[in-house]
């Protein structure tokens, strides 16, 4: 086939970078070449648009060992532990093919994990789809969580976690963001670094298809109406082939053959070979007549371009080659010498005894083309001014039981329960708290895992939105106990082409760096997703935040269920009754503008560490933070879960009571205190000048307020628990 600019574009390359394709060769490439350029340089493989901005972000702390720019992050946990994790999306796969995109970003999110050495030990997913009422909606998701469900359960790792929200914003490109969690031993991590020449470079797993071919390209481009033409591209997960790979792997990485190894995810084979050579600074030649395939008549730039899951690329020492056969032969899977390291810095590529590839690896790796693009600055939208009149008809309960039947306020149990979280026997906190926990096998220690995000706050102000989703992974696992590490982050957002959607994703990151830097909670690894929008219409954006922390006695860990009748409730952090942005302003008074919370991070930071305090003298029996909703859909999930109810006492400030219950002030908690623990902790809130309300006490069945009926638990079940379950049902 001749190529031309009309391929290269259709490949997904600009007119301008096909010309930068044929001045670097100086020749016209092939159409095997031009693939493997237009896999390299699009955006999901080279960020092009992204990297000068992703520079700038804090991903060092005494705690890191691997920042961004491998697999996955890895951070110290002590005692000779490491904690590998990321997150990635799946967002055009899943929109197009709902059951496969889920279960092969799983797949793919737990490859990067246990290439790196580390065996996966939990998993967590972010996923965000169109309004509840749009007709996609309710296929999309059942197809995401049974596709998540699908790969997880299978394979044997449990999900502890995750987050679900719906939006119109998502009606045309709805957001799959999976999470992985490892563990492994500092001494045997695994880098895709290649390193040596003559080395034998080794294909494992399953053979090669044509599904998700141009993969990467399509996720790196908006949709239109031929969307159903795309479903080729999206690849097609084994989980239980997976767990073959898994252990194959984990069994060779026991001894010391590996120099470098890489999964093949994004771009296939052509993205893992070129990464490997890249890192090592070498060249590296291919055979792909020696590339196991399953389809017939395979063409070069489809060998190379294929996104067929269960994949991994590795460079051993020379000799090893029998001795790790033996491995992937017990395990039933494809093991072939398919090439070699060399010293050209070239990747040479032959097929039927034919040259055809021959490109200078610095050519797709530094040479791929960055852009420093225009971008808006996003003011801070004013303030809106509710009116007394606003609140005259409204009643507290009225309100609350709306506000708790609202889906992105409602219990999610619907889709976690499809989820095996309790596999492997290490789960100490399941789906449904602030964090999920899950112990380090054999220890006292545990890891404490969240996602978050926050699309509307970041959609009225990029740089808040930001800081505040950092934030609110802190406060989740200050929550359950645990010393916050270091996060991983998907960065969502629209066509990065346009001003306004650049500037969103500037200023997100810049509020997410400077959240990072000050509570000293690097970024260790990450993904950015562009070009989410279809038929012009982009997505709010959407930065989710995979936070890990560590508890060091798994037994002492906080929960948010109220734990026994007469203790004291008190909310630390000052409400100041933040409503504009919130569930109430947009379900109650129909307000959908003005500005997102303020967020504090002297506040944060001090309040955190305060609460991390009172938790290891043992003062607090119950602790949860307060977000969506403000102090009643906190104080009503706590009922919830301890089945257990709360007086609440008389205001002491003159606030408008709606703007105290149902603010969504930043930095604040709610926690449970023994009456006698009462004066030892106020002495040290006061010492730590962190400001508290006497909330209420803790009574028998039911929530009550000065002048509102009571709300028994059973009534609070009702309007929370039953929401979604319904949806999917009817």
């Not at 509840?132 to 359960?153: D, P």
Request: one cysteine or more; hydrophobic letters at 35%.
């Amino acid at each position: 086939m001749e190529v031309n600019l009309k391929i290269a574009e259709e490949f997904g390359l600009k007119k301008e970078e096909y010309e930068k394709v044929c001045k670097l060769l100086k020749r016209t490439p092939n159409i095997t070449e031009l693939s493997i350029f237009s896999a390299m340089w699009n955006e999901h493989c080279s960020y092009k648009s992204s990297k000068i901005h992703l520079k700038k972000l804090n991903t060092k702390s005494k705690n890191v060992i691997q920042g961004p720019g491998e697999n996955a992050g890895v951070v110290d946990i002590g005692d000779d532990h490491a904690i590998v994790f990321k997150i990635e999306s799946h967002n055009h796969p899943s929109f197009i093919e709902p059951y496969q995109g889920a279960a092969t970003g799983v797949g793919g999110i737990m490859r990067d994990v246990f290439t790196m050495g580390a065996r996966p030990i939990a998993n967590l997913n972010s996923i965000h789809f169109g309004s509840s009422q749009h007709k996609k909606t309710k296929n999309l998701l059942r197809g995401v969580v049974k596709g998540i469900g699908g790969y997880g359960n299978c394979i044997g790792v449990p999900t502890i976690g995750g987050q679900t929200s719906f939006d119109e914003s998502y009606n045309g490109n709805i957001l799959v963001n999976a999470m992985t969690v490892g563990l492994v031993k500092k001494n045997k991590i695994f880098y895709s670094k290649a390193a040596g020449i003559n080395k034998p470079v080794i294909y494992v797993g399953s053979k090669t298809g044509r599904d998700g071919i141009h993969g990467a390209s399509m996720a790196s481009a908006s949709f239109d109406e031929r969307i159903e033409e795309k479903k080729p591209t999206v690849q097609v997960g084994d989980p239980f082939t997976e767990k073959l790979l898994m252990e194959a792997c984990l069994e060779l990485m026991e001894g010391k053959s590996i120099i470098a190894i890489q999964d093949m995810g994004a771009a296939g084979l052509t993205s893992s070979s070129v990464e490997m050579a890249s890192k090592g600074k070498l060249g590296i030649e291919l055979n792909l007549n020696k590339v196991p395939c399953r389809e017939e008549n395979m063409l070069p730039h489809e060998i190379m371009l294929s996104e067929s899951q269960e994949r991994m690329l590795i460079i051993l020492e020379n000799g090893k080659e029998k001795e790790a056969k033996k491995i992937f032969d017990k395990w039933n899977l494809d093991f072939e010498i398919i090439g070699k390291t060399t010293d050209t810095k070239t990747i040479e590529i032959f097929f039927n005894e034919q040259k055809v590839v021959d490109i200078p690896i610095d050519f797709l790796s530094e040479n791929a083309p960055q852009y420093d693009r225009k971008w808006k600055k996003v003011k801070l939208p004013q303030k809106i001014k509710f009116k007394k009149n606003e609140f005259k008809s409204l009643k507290i309960n009225d309100c609350l039981k709306k506000i708790l039947s609202n889906p992105n306020i409602c219990e999610k149990k619907w889709i976690w329960e499809q989820y095996d979280h309790t596999v492997m026997g290490d789960t100490i906190q399941k789906p449904g708290g602030d964090a999920g926990v899950v112990r380090v096998h054999g220890t006292n220690k545990a890891i404490a895992a969240s996602v978050d995000s926050s699309a509307s706050y970041c959609n009225s102000h990029p740089l808040t939105g930001g800081k505040q989703v950092v934030c609110e992974s802190w406060r989740n696992l200050i929550s359950v106990g645990a010393e916050p590490i270091a996060i991983t982050n998907c960065l969502n957002f629209g066509n990065p082409e346009k001003e306004k959607n650049m500037g969103e994703f500037v200023e997100c990151v810049e509020g997410i760096n400077e959240a990072s830097k000050y509570l000293e909670f690097p970024i260790v690894s990450g993904n950015v997703s562009f070009y989410n929008e279809t038929k012009d219409k982009g997505i709010k954006p959407t930065p989710t935040i995979g936070g890990i922390g560590l508890l060091k006695e798994y037994s002492k860990i906080m929960t948010m269920d109220f734990k026994k009748i007469g203790n004291q409730v008190i909310v630390l952090g000052k409400t100041d009754g933040h409503l504009d942005q919130s569930i109430f302003a947009k379900e109650i008074l129909g307000e959908k503008k003005g500005p997102p919370p303020e967020v504090n991070l002297f506040n944060e930071k001090n309040i955190g560490r305060t609460i991390l305090k009172l938790y290891q003298n043992s003062y607090i029996e119950t602790s949860h933070d307060i977000s969506l909703g403000g102090i009643m859909v906190a104080i009503s999930k706590m009922c919830i879960k301890g089945n257990k109810g709360i007086k609440i006492g008389k205001l002491n400030n003159l606030m408008n009571k709606f703007e105290y219950f149902f603010g969504e002030d930043q930095g604040r908690y709610i926690v449970e205190i023994k009456q006698e623990n009462l004066t030892k902790v106020e002495d040290i809130l006061d010492k730590n000048s962190v400001h508290y309300d006497k909330l209420g006490i803790i009574t028998k069945d039911s929530l009550e307020i000065e002048n509102e009926p009571k709300l028994t638990i059973d009534e609070l079940k009702k309007y929370n628990n039953n929401w979604i379950k319904d949806y999917m049902v009817n």
